[in-house]
């Protein structure tokens, strides 16, 4: 395949921009002129005239649930409404068609959203009296936007045994980092929060296989539409790892899947701990990372923080795992070859887990080397530990569509001082050396890098406020934007020699855009679409028009 006739932006020191790309089975095997790519065209040569269209190298997901991303395309999508009434109103729809006893799963509400709030509110959450009205014989649990908490009707909480309306009688539900929210009379409100959530979760029925197949084809499409040839799927466990195999033999693994051991299951990562790394010779399924959730989320008040929510005196969020287990699993990363990545969103959060791999590092510094050591989120830090982060070669992978969703309440959890010296700090963490993973958190968020690239350039919400952006001087600049979803983003997965940049010898996997979204207006930004994907050397995706 010749590829030309377009902006090609390679994303590579040497040549940053070039008018041919020369591909051979699945490697890139020229650069550069048209008149020099003469020489590699024959007969068989497919020739693609990109028309004055845009390619870079194929975007990385850099974090996200790869499975649940599939999921929420086959449960109730509630990624866009904007009211409680909205919620009770899909739900009662699904009832419509649902057998008695039917569990209705779904997935993205987010309160902090809604233009419209219910009259009856508890810690700024809604409670379940309406959902279960219209669901009085159908198990309901609908998982918020960030996956850290939960809403279930009466009915689940009837089948999970959670009934006892005295708050001395629901104490036997208190989970540590966790909570299961009540009214003033003790009695539950519907929602779970952080590791609470186990109390509803365990009951719900598991899937089928023909249900995960769907699930799995479901996300490959939808990261051929949205241009995503690489995904780092956070958090995995021995179900899906296995899936994923069965699908690579089938030839269906159609994007390269860098898997992060769940960390919540510690016989299997002492499984993995014994057998050692799998980096697939076929770039297709490579499982070297173990993911650890150490607090909650802003959204939930689950974010652990140094000092309280500006909108909750007295809470601090959630330490969701033992940060014990956080130094153990760092010493064990570095001694079995594992990469650890730590989901941190709070500023404590983020403290704790650099102090526990800074005192794994000083632990077996002949090891700590080229480590790569992640974490997830970064989303709030206390100005002390920004630094941190490059001298410790901490990488933060920090999801920028966050700041277009969440900047605009996130104020009220945190305050406007916290917000402004601590949070969403790119341009910060750029400069003191160290590179950025960007990434959606699919299905927190949906898998729109447009909309992440966006955010990163503008740090302004979708709907272009407010003027000028957020904290003007974290911004990203377009070449640094591009750069997270690509080369540092396969960095941050060790994979930067074969991918995350066009250049001879690496992976032929391309995105192709509509127009020249590095150059055109920021008010333009937003409608630069996908035109085609190509992955594997072969196109995956073309839109219809």
Same mark, same amino acid.
């Given at each position: ?25 699945n ?46 395309e ?17 739900v ?28 009856e ?17 159908n ?7 960030s996956g850290h908490?939960?809403f279930?009707?009466a ?5 999970a ?5 005295s ?5 036997? @539900? ?16 519907g ?47 021995r ?53 650890l ?31 014990? @287990? ?9 001694q ?36 790569? @050591?992640?974490i ?8 002390e ?13 920090m999801?920028a569509?966050?700041?277009s ?5 996130a ?12 949070a ?9 050396g ?32 407010p ?32 991918k ?31 035109n ?14």
């Amino acid at each position: 395949m010749l590829i030309y006739g377009g902006n090609i932006y390679t994303v590579d020191t040497t040549q940053s921009n070039v008018q041919t790309v020369a591909v051979k089975d699945n490697l890139i095997i020229f650069t550069g002129s048209f008149s020099e790519a003469e020489q590699y065209k024959d007969e068989r040569t497919q020739l693609l005239d990109l028309e004055g269209k845009t390619m870079t190298p194929g975007l990385i997901e850099g974090h996200g649930h790869f499975m649940g991303m599939g999921y929420n395309e086959l449960n109730l999508d509630l990624i866009n409404t904007t009211s409680y009434q909205e919620i009770v109103d899909a739900v009662a729809e699904k009832v419509r068609t649902a057998a008695p006893g039917e569990w209705i799963i779904g997935r993205g509400w987010h309160q902090s959203k809604w233009e419209e709030m219910p009259t009856e509110m508890v810690n700024g959450f809604q409670t379940h009296n309406m959902l279960s009205e219209v669901s009085p014989n159908n198990p309901v649990y609908l998982f918020h936007a960030s996956g850290h908490a939960g809403f279930a009707n009466a009915k689940a909480m009837e089948i999970a045994g959670i009934t006892v309306l005295s708050k001395e009688g629901i104490d036997q @539900f208190e989970v540590e980092g966790g909570e299961v929210m009540r009214d003033g009379l003790g009695s539950p409100t519907g929602i779970f929060n952080e590791r609470a959530q186990n109390l509803i979760t365990k009951h719900i029925p598991e899937s089928t296989p023909e249900k995960d197949i769907k699930a799995f084809e479901l996300a490959i499409a939808a990261g051929h539409r949205n241009g995503i040839t690489g995904f780092h799927d956070a958090g995995i466990g021995r179900e899906t790892i296995s899936l994923y195999q069965n699908m690579k033999t089938a030839d269906k693994m159609k994007i390269r899947i860098y898997g992060m051991l769940t960390g919540g299951d510690k016989d299997l990562l002492n499984e993995w701990y014994n057998k050692g790394p799998m980096i697939d010779p076929d770039n297709l399924v490579t499982i070297r990372s173990v993911k650890l959730n150490c607090d909650g989320a802003l959204g939930s008040r689950g974010a652990w923080l140094l000092e309280a929510y500006s909108d909750r005196p007295g809470h601090f969020g959630h330490e969701t795992m033992p940060m014990e @287990f956080v130094e153990e699993t760092a010493l064990n990363g570095l001694q079995k070859g594992f990469q650890i990545c730590s989901h941190a969103i709070g500023d404590r959060a983020n403290r704790e887990v650099l102090d526990r791999y800074e005192s794994a590092f000083k632990a077996l510094p002949e090891l700590a080397s080229g480590h790569r @050591f992640r974490i997830e989120h970064a989303q709030h830090l206390h100005p002390e530990d920004i630094p941190r982060f490059a001298q410790l070669q901490v990488i933060p992978a920090m999801q920028a569509v966050h700041l277009s969703s969440d900047r605009p309440w996130a104020i009220e959890r945190l305050g406007e001082q916290r917000i402004k010296g601590g949070a969403f700090m790119w341009q910060s963490l750029l400069k003191s050396g160290i590179p950025i993973v960007n990434g959606t958190d699919v299905p927190v968020e949906p898998l729109n890098p447009i909309a992440s690239l966006y955010a990163s350039i503008s740090r302004k919400t979708l709907k272009g406020s407010p003027e000028g952006g957020y904290e003007v001087g974290e911004k990203m600049t377009r070449e640094q934007a591009l750069r997270s979803y690509t080369l540092d983003a396969a960095y941050g997965a060790f994979e930067e020699d074969i991918k995350g940049s066009i250049a001879v010898g690496k992976l032929a996997d391309f995105t192709i855009y509509d127009r020249d979204f590095m150059k055109i207006d920021e008010k333009d930004f937003l409608k630069t679409r996908i035109n085609m994907t190509i992955f594997d050397g072969k196109v995956v995706y073309a839109a219809e028009d």
